[in-house]
């Protein structure tokens, strides 16, 4: 069955004639060489999604609850941009992706709509996919093709060619909603078909045939999918979790489609990767959600890790022109920045069964991680073998950036099991280098350390007139 499209070729209304003056411009403090920057996104509660990086090295990202895109350029400038007119007021933007030629694509208006955005020019073109099925995933090959699957009841995929009019047909074998680009231009999405979702699907020039490659079955599903550096094509997996339970059972892997055989490796049962891209060091870079959020990296030969970035939550990740990684965090509103020297050894609980080999021990670079819109608090270095208590003191030293001018918060102490306080929380404010802090026990905190023995207590820094805690430690300390 074919399915024809009607196509807008006049500028988007009031929502892309903002493109060329954006609705709010936000100039946050730029990156220099901070490890890990923040960058709040002005709109609250804007359910950010994924982000792409495009030619001129700015990064597009989606704000799927409040019928916008942004961009954030490399110095930490933040515009936003309304979209077209919505069916209903609810509707949500799906995807985003961005053309060889600069040009991005978005479908929004919870898939009935999509749209090509001239960012130069501030013009868009508007493409009315019907109600029936939705649009899902864009992406756009080298050759400026944009294909968009679209699903509820039947199965397809477009390929719109600019200036061009287009339709589609039932695509036979179905694609779901994840699609992905292989090095060679070709591509990839997850099978559509209720009993093939652990499957993946090549797709054919036409956008309307293919060939089905299966996956082991164990319950999990496609999560993303794209080139790799080995293989015809990488891809992540988990559960997909429900209101009740997080996603879990992650693994990473790629395929060769011309034996059809599989490399996957588990990154543990409490590890759900999401989000995935090819690194400038030839890494698979990926998200990690549910239990144990964070960012991951695994080589061709299976030796990766996952790292925790704070309490910052990744939703998705790009690379940035300056080689750093750039993530939307929707739990938080905000984009991060962080280099990839400090995600290079697991932090975080990664739970049973994990596959995925850890790179050789290093020590790493501490993670200085300020609170979105405030100033940094430092950094906790690791500390070696353990900490005397000295009349009923303890010493905690502290790392502030030295391309910052200072750091300044509130540090804590309690018990690294059950979270019981062992010390008043002290306000702080110290140089740019390292500082050491003394944290007074009170007399709770003496009695739950009893002499003689080690125990493991965890420090934590907060910022000034903030609860949330942004950078932990666990350390151990003997009391005389």
Same mark, same amino acid.
């Given at each position: 069955?074919?399915?024809m ?23 946050a403090s ?9 960058f709040?996104?002005?709109t609250s ?13 700015? $990064? +597009?990202?989606? *704000? ?36 060889p030629?600069?040009?991005v +694509?978005?479908?929004?208006? #919870? ?11 501030g ?6 996919l019907?109600e029936?099925?939705?649009g899902?995933?864009? &992406?756009? =090959?080298?050759d ?5 699957t679209m699903?509820?009841?039947? /199965?397809g ?11 589609w ?11 992905? *680009?292989?090095?060679?231009?070709? $591509?990839?999405?997850? =099978?559509g078909?209720?009993d093939?979702?652990?499957?993946i ?15 082991p079955s ?13 293989g015809?094509?990488w891809?992540?997996?988990?559960t #997909? ?24 490796? /588990? ?16 890494? $698979? ?6 239990? /144990? ?40 509103? /905000? ?20 596959? $995925? ?8 670079t ?29 010493t ?9 001018? =200072?750091? #300044? ?7 690294a ?37 080690v125990?493991?207590?965890?420090? *934590? ?5 903030s609860?949330?805690v942004?950078? &932990?430690r ?7």
């Open positions: 069955m074919i399915h499209a009607a196509t807008s070729r006049t500028a988007l209304l009031t929502a892309l004639a903002l493109v060329a003056s954006p609705l709010l411009v936000v100039q730029a990156p220099a060489h901070a490890t890990v920057s923040v709040p996104v002005p509660n804007a359910g950010l999604g994924r982000i792409v990086t495009a030619p001129d090295g700015n $990064m +597009w990202f989606v *704000e799927e609850n409040v019928n916008k895109i942004g961009r954030i350029t490399p110095g930490g400038q933040i515009s936003e941009f309304v979209l077209g007119e919505q069916t209903t007021e609810d509707s949500r933007v799906v995807d985003v992706d961005v053309a030629d600069g040009k +694509w978005v479908v929004y208006d #919870s898939g009935w709509s999509a749209a090509r955005v001239d960012p130069a020019a013009t868009g073109e508007r493409f009315e019907g029936f099925p939705y899902g995933a864009v &992406r756009v =090959g080298p400026g093709v944009a294909w968009i699903n509820f009841d039947e /199965s995929v477009i390929r719109i060619v600019p200036g061009q009019p287009f339709s047909t039932d695509n036979a074998p179905e694609c779901n909603d994840v699609l992905g *680009e292989a090095n060679d231009g070709t $591509m990839w999405c997850q =099978g078909e209720a093939a979702q652990d499957t699907v090549r797709l054919g020039p036409d956008a309307n045939s293919g060939t089905t490659y299966p996956l164990d319950a999990t599903y496609p999560n993303a999918l794209t080139g790799g550096p080995v015809s094509i891809f992540t997996r988990s #997909s979790g429900s209101w009740l339970t997080s996603p879990r059972n992650g693994s990473i892997g790629y395929l060769d489609a011309a034996t059809g055989a599989t490399q996957i490796w /588990s990154t543990g049962s409490r590890t759900a990767p999401q989000d995935l891209v090819r690194g400038p060091d030839n890494q $698979m870079w990926f998200t990690n959600v549910g239990l /144990s959020p964070g960012i991951g990296h695994i080589s061709a030969n299976g030796v990766g890790a996952i790292s925790s970035i704070g309490n910052y939550e990744p939703t998705s990740l790009a690379f940035g022109p300056d080689g750093a990684i750039w993530f939307t965090d929707a739990k938080n509103n /905000s984009i991060v920045r962080v280099t990839t020297d400090q995600l290079q050894t697991t932090n975080i609980d990664l739970g049973d069964g994990v596959t $995925m080999a850890s790179p050789p021990t290093t020590t790493p501490p993670t200085p991680t300020p609170a979105p819109g405030a100033r940094s608090v430092g950094a906790l270095p690791k500390v070696k073998g353990i900490t005397k208590v000295k009349r009923g003191r303890i905690v030293p502290v790392l502030c950036g030295r391309d910052v001018p =200072g750091c #300044s918060g509130r540090i804590g102490l309690e018990t099991k059950g979270s019981k306080a062992l010390a008043k929380q002290k306000a702080y404010t110290v140089a740019a280098g390292k500082a050491r802090l003394k944290l007074k026990l009170s007399k709770k905190g003496l009695r739950l350390l009893r002499p003689g023995k125990h493991k207590v965890r420090v *934590e820094l907060t910022a000034p007139g609860r949330k942004l950078v &932990r666990t350390i151990k300390v003997r009391r005389g």
